[in-house]
């Protein structure tokens, strides 16, 4: 089985630094610019850039890598509503192997969370 969750209604998860060097790898490769945008420049349009997640709204985000994560995934996965979609349910389950998969495959990269 593959190494990832095949849900991508929510996509890839990168951080402010990761988007940085996107934009501005993007900008070089495809637009022709050499330099690229400033940093200021990609902080004003990360900052006007409403994304799927509402800036107010909280999140919480585990890793593969996190030890604890799997278990934790799997305390979600058992205490699913009754009236839970399919397509939900699934998305769980597929996360949880996905979890176990990277675990199995990656021993050496797991780690206490920092």
Do not use: C
């Amino acid at each position: 089985m593959e190494n990832t969750v095949p849900d991508s209604k929510y996509g890839r998860l990168f951080t402010e630094n990761d988007v940085i060097e996107l934009m501005s790898q993007a900008a070089k490769a495809y637009v022709g610019i050499e330099r690229g945008p400033s940093v200021n420049q990609i902080m004003y349009i990360i900052a006007d850039f409403e994304g799927k997640f509402p800036e107010d709204e909280p999140n919480f985000l585990l890793r593969a890598q996190d030890r604890w994560a799997l278990g934790a995934l799997r305390h979600y996965q058992q205490h699913q509503f009754k009236d839970a979609s399919q397509d939900h349910l699934d998305n769980i389950d597929n996360a949880v192997v996905a979890f176990e998969q990277f675990r199995l495959n990656n021993n050496d990269r797991m780690k206490n969370p920092d």
